[in-house]
């Protein structure tokens, strides 16, 4: 599978179910941290071949715009914040 189709694979399929759930649960770090690395793990197949923070850069700037859970939880908090 193209490293595209995974990203489409992450960011679409597992990522989706996981946003209804943090946006009314506040998860563990260390969870956060297990889920992501499966990810990052699926994505390069077990071999890691440039810094895990590059994977989360959009695709212009030159990351392929795998999406950072922690990063995602953190905008739901702000997200909730400002409505109340």
């Known amino acids: 599978m193209s490293y595209r189709g995974r ?3 992450i960011n679409n399929l597992v990522s989706c179910g996981l ?3 943090l946006a009314f649960v506040d998860p563990p770090a ?3 941290k ?3 690395s499966i990810m990052v793990d699926f994505f390069w197949d ?6 895990q ?3 989360f850069l959009l695709k212009e700037e030159g990351g392929q715009g795998l999406i950072h859970l922690a990063s ?3 905008i739901f908090r702000l997200q ?3 409505r109340f």
Not at 46 to 51: C, E, F, M, S
Request: no cysteine.
């Open 72 to 74: 995602r939880v953190a």
């Open 34 to 36: 297990q889920l992501q």
């Open 30 to 32: 260390d969870l956060l």
């Open 80 to 82: 909730f914040i400002q």
């Open 7 to 9: 990203v489409l694979i």
């Open 53 to 55: 923070s590059r994977l």
């Open 46 to 51: 077990g071999l890691h071949w440039v810094p």
């Open 19 to 21: 946003w209804h759930k």
